[in-house]
T-cell receptor, first 114, second 112 residues
């Protein structure tokens, strides 16, 4: 039962354009969402997060949007740079279990083409 | 320079052998976690620990064991009962009830 889904295994975007990565979830009990970036043979690094009481959070080139009614969140990267090429994971926290149980999506491999 | 150190980077296991993966953090974080990543899948939680001498099973704990004798250390043992151990193992930590988990560089385990 995949509670957090990233339906696009891969995405290719031209340098300078906008990258949009999507994530859907099924559990209404999630109250906090995170995006992680992962390079090959390395651990994921935290990128940006959003609480369920907000619908947008911005940090430099990265913006996360949350649509609670659709149970959907997205990560926008503008402008996309070659160093953004990586696998991106979304993760969600069910509030009744505290911070200990993050549920991760399968990941989306983003490739930025020059 | 604070961080999470996992060792070794690569590990090979023979049939019927137990192997232990090391995870050390100097971030003074209370909580630590072990995840497993398989190709095309997300990270799945194996075990987690909120404080020293306490730990809980995650979603896929069978065939694994952990200990938390020190705040800085959370080793994971892959036992012979784990029939499909080949995967990328990631250790993480967070500040108590903190939302953000910070990850080590991972250990890739393969079976000979």
């Amino acid at each position: 039962d995949q509670q957090v889904k990233q339906n696009s295994p891969s995405l290719s975007v031209q340098e300078g354009r906008i990258s949009i990565l999507n994530c859907d979830y099924t559990n209404s009990m999630f109250d906090y969402f995170l995006w992680y970036k992962k390079y090959p043979a390395e651990g994921p690094t935290f990128l940006i997060s959003i609480s369920s009481i907000k619908d947008k959070n911005e940090d430099g080139r990265f913006t996360v949007f949350l649509n609670k009614s659709a149970k959907h969140l997205s990560l926008h990267i503008v402008p996309s740079q070659p160093g953004d090429s990586a696998v991106y994971f979304c993760a969600a926290r069910p509030y009744f279990q505290g911070a200990q149980k993050l549920v991760f999506g399968q990941g989306t491999r983003l490739t930025i083409n020059p | 320079d604070g961080g999470i150190t996992q060792s070794p980077k690569y590990l090979f296991r023979k049939e019927g052998q137990n192997v232990t993966l090391s995870c050390e953090q100097n971030l003074n974080h209370d909580a630590m976690y072990w995840y497993r990543q398989d190709p095309g899948q997300g990270l799945r939680l194996i075990y987690y620990s909120q404080i020293v001498n306490d730990f809980q099973k995650g979603d896929i704990a069978e065939g694994y064991s952990v200990s938390r004798e020190k705040k800085e250390s959370f080793p994971l043992t892959v036992t012979s009962a784990q029939k499909n151990p080949t995967a990328f193992y990631l250790c993480a930590s967070s500040v108590g009830q903190g939302n953000i988990q910070y990850f080590g560089a991972g250990t890739r385990l393969s079976v000979l």
